[in-house]
């Protein structure tokens, strides 16, 4: 299945195999990153993570035809001299680690701050001084809000793209005031790709960075109480699936006003793959990954979620499937909120020739087709255990 031999680049040149320092591998992104370079490449994997639950399956048992090209490295990157070592012996490092749900933000700001930029530092120094090719990953939410959220709310500007679509080489970065400590992690994020850039242009660091947007699907986050604390608050996608899983209502922040695009995970990880395997291509670049076709405002996105869930399920909705709840109460103080993520795919375009394919209500039917074979057996049993004392 990896056919080492007959793949080709984008300019028809043969691609060679490469060993990839991942570090973050055990998470959501990495997780399918290493799935798809297992299953599709011939390239080797050094994983590193704290945890490695998300990839057990890759990692077990060692007759899987890969077994030999993946290797799990359990280590926090804040303190392990192991790290410098794994970038040395690898042709790539890709830096997914990070603190990176929102109910974080206001709450945790210094682990928030230090995970983003403080952690990330060695890894981009190690790769400048070792000339190593790094991609790391930073966020969308580096574009904070749009131009148009600062026009009158009846201005017709607000409906020229020119006020709200997200460019690489051309939107500013709005952040909130300090109070609103929500932006500690784009204000990082912002930071690390600075450095990041200037290491390129002042040292040579050949870097990709890449600006997800909502990417979603099968093994995202936890659901509180199954395999994530109770009291946890993941990212939309799974506070949703909780919700629905639990047949309780979906908590609409501030109401469900504000806009994001979803891509599906196995989309976009077609983009890193070609941004890893097309190196000349991809170098000194900062990628926007999302899909635009696919813009809801949350409220949508729960209506949809409701419908879906009750198809896949069997089971019928609420009679109100959602309830309205303010940010203070949900993520206390200090939050704020993007207003809108729409991508420009320009740059992704013309370097990479990739688009998004799959529709928001596809990706969500097959999310939570997974989500309910995965947890509605486990959910029924606590929620039994819970009103049986
Ligand atoms: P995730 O939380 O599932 O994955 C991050 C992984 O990094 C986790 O497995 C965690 O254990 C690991 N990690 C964190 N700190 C570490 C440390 N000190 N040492 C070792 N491992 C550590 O999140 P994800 O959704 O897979 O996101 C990956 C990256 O993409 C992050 O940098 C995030 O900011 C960025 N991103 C993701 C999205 C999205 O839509 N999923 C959106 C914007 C940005
Ligand atoms: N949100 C919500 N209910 C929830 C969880 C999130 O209304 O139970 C909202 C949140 O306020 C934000 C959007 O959903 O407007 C997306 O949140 P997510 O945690 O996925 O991260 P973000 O896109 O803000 O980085």
Known sequence: ATGGASRVDLDGKPIRPI?????????FIGSHLCEKLMSETPHKVLALDVYNDKIKHLLEPDTNPWADRIQFHRLNIKHDSRLEGLIKMSDLT????????????????????????????????YCSENNKRLIHFSTCEVYGKTVGSFLPTDSPLRLDPAYYILKEDASP?????????????????????RLIYAEGAENGLQFTIVRPFNWIGPRMDFIPGIDGPSEGVPRVLACFSNSLLRHEQLKLVDGGQSQRTFIYIKDAIEAVLLMIENPDRANGHIFNVGNPNNEVTVRQLAEMMTEIYSKVSGEPPLDVPTVDVSSKVFYGEGYDDSDKRIP?????????????????????????????????????????KSTAS
């Open 19 to 27: 060993t990839i320092c991942m570090i973050g591998a055990g998470g």
């Open 94 to 125: 890709i830096n997914l680690a990070a603190i990176c749900t929102p109910a974080d933000y206001n709450t945790r700001p210094l682990d928030t701050i230090y995970s983003n930029f403080i952690d990330a530092l060695p890894v981009v120094k």
């Open 173 to 193: 970065c709005i952040f909130g005031s300090i109070e609103k400590q929500r932006w500690s992690y784009a204000c990082a994020k912002q930071l690390i790709e």
């Open 344 to 384: 420009d795919m320009t740059i992704i375009n013309r370097q990479l020739g990739w688009n998004p394919k799959t529709s928001l209500w596809d990706l969500l039917e097959s999310t939570l087709t997974y989500q309910h074979r995965t947890y509605a057996g486990a959910i029924k049993q606590t929620m039994s």
